[in-house]
């Protein structure tokens, strides 16, 4: 398998415009994870879904956050409008919510800086 | 909400010391606890974890702790290798999905 999978990697622009993150989770895992990681916040659970549900969205910061899971193999999540502070590495996460295991795999992150 | 604290922030060993890692958390329902490593620029992943019904869990060189009445947990690496260098997160859970996550620990191992 390939693992989880994000894209962009890196992302760059400018503020007032909006973001796009995409998140193809593991495929047979039923949950998947919205992460943001700062020096300052550490690393933050935005939102959670399970079989495409949201489940708890109670980290995301603010209406200008969104995401969605059409189906089972993609999500996005999306900025608009984006600022400097949303500046961050946003990881997303899967996994298959137990009982034999919990662990959550993370994709490899997207770098995002709004200038 | 769940509020997990972990020190020190950084901890610096010689190769082949063992190093240690605490993470305090305050709600008692919380029963899962997994440690993550961060290698520089890398994501995250899973070196192990606990559930609330075990006291400790060893893995080779790496080892877990739980203390539930005093709602501490521990890290233990022993003969640490320069390849141990990187951030340790660790984590609490009351439904095995919504994880807080401690602020984190850069370990360093000097050859």
Sequence with gaps: ?115 | GENVEQHPSTLSVQEGDSAVIKCTYSDSASNYFPWYKQELGKRPQLIIDIRSNVGEKKDQRIAVTLNKTAKHFSLHITETQPEDSAVYFCAASRDFNKFYFGSGTKLNVKP
Aim: charged letters at 20%.
């Design chain 1, 1 to 115: 398998d390939a693992g989880v999978i994000q894209s962009p990697r890196h992302e760059v622009t400018e503020m007032g415009q909006e973001v796009t993150l995409r998140c193809k989770p593991i495929s047979g895992h039923n949950s998947l994870f919205w992460y943001r990681q700062t020096m300052m916040r550490g690393l933050e659970l935005l939102i959670y879904f399970n079989n495409n549900v949201p489940i708890d969205d109670s980290g995301m910061p603010e209406d200008r956050f969104s995401a969605k899971m059409p189906n089972a193999s993609f999500s996005t999540l999306k900025i608009q409008p984006s600022e400097p502070r949303d500046s961050a590495v946003y990881f997303c996460a899967s996994s298959t919510a137990g009982p034999l295991s919990y662990e959550q795999y993370f994709g490899p992150g997207t770098r995002l800086t709004v200038t």
